[in-house]
């Protein structure tokens, strides 16, 4: 079963999925994926929709996402203190 609802390609979504719910498989397709600039814009774009709980895997995506595309002043913020989180 494809979980993603677009079958012809991924979504930043399912990017994101990945992350937060990915196999092991799963991460080395989107580290590969990443190599492109951008999908490196795209999931860095969905990171402030994670789950506030993952806070470790966003942390590694972080480092995975700033450390090979320095020119692209990612500038993810992981600062959980200021993210609004809603019930």
């Not at 999931?43 to 402030?48: D, G, L, Q």
């Not at 995506?61 to 203190?81: A, G, S, V």
Request: glycine share 4%.
């Amino acid at each position: 079963m494809n979980p993603n609802r677009l079958t012809e390609g991924s979504t930043p979504l399912a990017y994101l999925d990945w992350v937060q719910r990915g196999s092991t498989e799963d991460w080395r397709r989107l580290y590969q994926l990443c190599k492109d600039p951008a999908v490196a814009k795209a999931v860095a774009a969905v990171r402030p929709l994670r789950d506030p709980d993952l806070l470790p895997s966003a942390q590694l995506w972080k480092f995975l996402l700033e450390d090979p595309h320095p020119e692209l002043n990612l500038n993810i913020d992981l600062r959980p203190e200021q993210r609004a989180i809603g019930v």
